[in-house]
């Protein structure tokens, strides 16, 4: 009996041992999500990724060169991967939406709020049509960001309770990348022009 009831602890070891070799990976791939949040935010801006405030043309050339021989174009698929119809749409109406605003950011009546989303700072300047017109390209601006968010998200296959994190990382490049002159939210929630 000591025998078999020491075999029966040996399997319950074993059985044990096996279950804490079992691990959970929650792995969030910040740096993909950087890389996505990057190309998007350099798109809706209208910045060239490869430029690197304001290079002459031996830098072009070198990046040329350098693209020729293949190390960009692996980059290039990996942050495509992050990408389906649905981001390219919502990247599109962001970008669409962006050029509507880009007079508003530049007069201080759109800034950038802390977590990435537009804000309607001050409307002193416009008239009626223009503050109408100005509130729903802000409120359909921030819904298309939302669903950006979700989808890209969704496209690296992370549980929904992430996407916040993948709205912070955006949120740091919207500000980021932000003009010269554009209102912007600090993290302590205060404002200055950049």
Excluded at 23 to 32: G, S
Excluded at 145 to 172: K, M, T
């Amino acid at each position: 009996m000591n025998r078999m009831h020491s075999g029966w602890m040996v399997g319950l070891a074993l059985l044990l041992g096996l279950g804490a070799c079992v691990t959970v990976n929650i792995y969030f791939p910040a740096a993909e999500v950087e890389k996505a949040a990057e190309r998007i935010v350099d798109d809706v801006y209208g910045q060239d990724r490869n430029e690197t405030g304001g290079g002459g043309g031996d830098q072009s050339a070198l990046q040329r060169f350098l693209a020729w021989l293949g190390p960009d174009t692996a980059w290039a698929q990996e942050v495509t991967s992050v990408s389906n119809a649905a981001i390219r749409g919502l990247k599109q109406t962001i970008a669409d939406n962006h050029q509507k605003l880009l007079p508003f950011y530049r007069q201080g009546a759109v800034g950038i709020d802390k977590d990435g989303y537009l804000e309607i700072r001050n409307t002193q300047e416009l008239n009626l049509g223009q503050v109408a017109a100005l509130r729903k390209t802000v409120a359909k601006d921030n819904e298309a960001r939302r669903q950006l968010y979700r989808e890209v998200a969704a496209a690296l296959q992370l549980d929904p309770s992430n996407v916040s994190r993948v709205e912070e990382i955006f949120a740091r490049q919207w500000r980021e990348k932000a003009s010269a002159g554009w209102w912007i939210q600090k993290d302590d929630g205060s404002w200055s022009r950049k």
